[in-house]
């Protein structure tokens, strides 16, 4: 079973990477850009054939060591 976890930084939280991109693209001549957000994505190849076992011990995994929960949020895809 694959899958998908995607971490962002919560809401409030400053992101130099997302504002370094938001400047670096404003001065390519994307003019449009309003902001921008930097995250992470880890993907997951799993032995596990449980679908709702291995979403919870892909949250226990986010939890401990893929993502800072105190300024990241993180969503789990489960993919096949």
């Known amino acids: 079973m694959k899958a998908r976890v ?8 400053l992101d130099p990477q997302g504002k370094a991109i938001e400047g ?5 001549g994307f003019a449009g850009v309003g902001s921008a957000r930097q995250g992470k994505i880890i993907d997951l ?3 596990e054939t449980d679908a709702e076992k ?7 995994m986010c939890d401990k060591l ?9 969503s789990i895809d489960i993919v096949g």
Request: glycine content about 6%.
């Open 54 to 60: 291995a979403r919870t011990d892909i949250a226990a």
């Open 6 to 13: 995607t971490v962002t930084l919560k809401n409030g939280v």
């Open 24 to 28: 670096a693209l404003k001065g390519l």
């Open 66 to 74: 893929l993502a800072n929960t105190v300024i990241e949020n993180y």
């Open 45 to 47: 190849e799993l032995d």
